[in-house]
């Protein structure tokens, strides 16, 4: 059997890509992003992307190299502030976005993994997002119906993986991620801990290997913090002490 | 003297029932998470995948991984569950979410609420809110009153672009909180803040509604 291995992003993504495919990417905001594919992505080249994800990246981060670098034709997100050169891009007609509803998104993705071409959600009801779509009343309540998503290509992250694909995602780095790695025709995955199969929990893992084509070990994470947050230390506890 | 921020945030607190899984919208419904009664307990709910959210993280706990739905920094509770995009809005879709407190930007008498685009402005997206209000049981708006032109910002219908329609349950402004039937009983005023008379905010409201403040 092909090892599903592969040493960096670049040796990962080499022959899925192509100018005008569709590429999911994971992450909510920038956690949980696919740091070294999103930059292998860049350097790649490819032109007329559509990218599937939650947000475009933000300023100088994720996504938006990509963005920056011209490669993306469209965009479908559910949230994308804190991006000057979208915005920009957005206002002079330099790209299309197609909005979607956070939960609707995630279940076009779920579904697309799931082989489920379409489903009924109240979610947009009677809103922009509901316009020219078909509707239909279930226990007398309207619900719009909404299509599944596949891409050409998921890009996923996750905190640990195996030799034969099996992912493990580490707290709210999850998001996207798992419904993602089901949906893309082609997924590669990059974690921060690649093991030998055997070596995960069977009991723990969240996403099971036969989503996952292509694996690598990430490097060099940033893992930059939008809106870091804090609370006051308290005089009584000292740094390192657990609160 | 008009609610402040603050005082509009403590008076949403007292929404809050012991047991309720809440999920709370940016701006002055994240305040609320500060304001929680002592006595009873609420678990919060955040829509990128986190159920039992904790407070906000000392200097030295800070983790890239660990956000809530603003891009927040925070921290986990020993009861603590994560999930994924699709599980968490399930749990939303699903009515599983007792009650969600959101900020507006204008809401009408039938429980119309917009609160995402203005039209000719930057659209940065509307994130899980359509969600939220398809979804959660109970949903509860907290705004000014107006608009800083004086404009009122409570209307018969809604002239931004909606969000959901006939979705909100309850208005908490800085002049008072409006009980509103979602099913076509219309608007109730039921609280006035102090010293706001019912002239003053029947003039700044553009919407149709009772006075229940004399009620009981």
């Known amino acids: ?243 | 003297m008009p609610w402040t921020r603050d005082d509009m945030a403590a008076r949403a607190a007292r929404e809050l029932k012991d047991g309720f899984h809440v999920n709370l919208g940016v701006g002055i419904p994240t305040q609320v998470a500060n304001l929680i009664p002592p006595d009873i307990s609420v678990t919060l709910q955040s829509e990128n995948g986190m159920l039992g959210m904790g407070p906000f993280p000392y200097d030295d706990e800070v983790d890239p991984d660990l956000i809530n739905a603003g891009k927040q920094t925070i921290t986990e509770l020993p009861h603590t569950s994560y999930f994924s995009s699709a599980d968490s809005f399930g749990m939303i879709r699903g009515g599983h979410i007792d009650l969600s407190i959101l900020g507006g930007m204008q809401v009408a008498e039938n429980g119309d609420l917009a609160n995402w685009m203005v039209p000719g402005k930057m659209i940065k997206g509307m994130g899980g809110a359509m969600d939220l209000v398809a979804g959660v049981r109970r949903i509860i708006v907290v705004m000014e009153h107006t608009e800083k032109t004086g404009a009122p910002k409570f209307l018969r219908e809604c002239s931004l672009p909606l969000t959901g329609k006939a979705v909100v349950d309850l208005l908490i402004t800085d002049l008072g909180v409006f009980e509103i039937d979602r099913h076509g009983g219309g608007a109730s005023l039921v609280e006035l803040a102090p010293g706001v008379t019912i002239e003053e905010i029947t003039a700044k409201t553009a919407a149709r509604f009772q006075d229940k403040t004399r009620a009981s």
């Open chain 1, 1 to 243: 059997m092909k090892s599903k291995v592969y040493d960096n992003a670049s040796s990962a993504l080499a022959g899925l890509l192509f100018d005008g495919m569709s590429i999911m990417s994971g992450g909510f905001g920038l956690c949980g992003i696919p740091e070294n594919l999103i930059t292998a992505l860049r350097d790649s080249g490819v032109k007329g992307l559509t990218v599937i994800g939650n947000n475009v990246g933000a300023d100088d981060h994720g996504m938006w190299a990509v963005l920056a670098n011209g490669q993306i034709k469209k965009v479908v997100a559910s949230y994308v502030g804190e991006n000057k050169i979208l915005e920009q891009l957005y206002m002079s007609g330099g790209i299309e976005i197609e909005f979607n509803p956070q939960g609707t998104l995630a279940e076009r993705i779920r579904a697309g993994g799931a082989g489920i071409p379409a489903f009924y959600t109240r979610t947009g009801y009677g809103t922009m997002v509901g316009e020219g779509k078909e509707t239909r009343q279930f226990n007398g309540e309207n619900y719009l119906m909404e299509t599944g998503l596949v891409a050409d290509v998921s890009i996923v992250k996750a905190w640990k993986g195996d030799s034969k694909g099996n992912l493990i995602y580490r707290k709210t780095a999850r998001n996207f991620n798992p419904v993602m790695a089901t949906a893309g025709k082609q997924v590669v995955a990059e974690v921060e801990h690649l093991v030998a199969a055997g070596e995960l929990g069977s009991d723990q893992i969240h996403t099971p290997g036969i989503f996952v084509d292509r694996i690598f070990s990430g490097t060099g994470y940033v893992k930059h913090i939008e809106r870091r947050t804090t609370r006051p230390m308290p005089v009584t506890r000292s740094a390192g002490e657990k609160a």
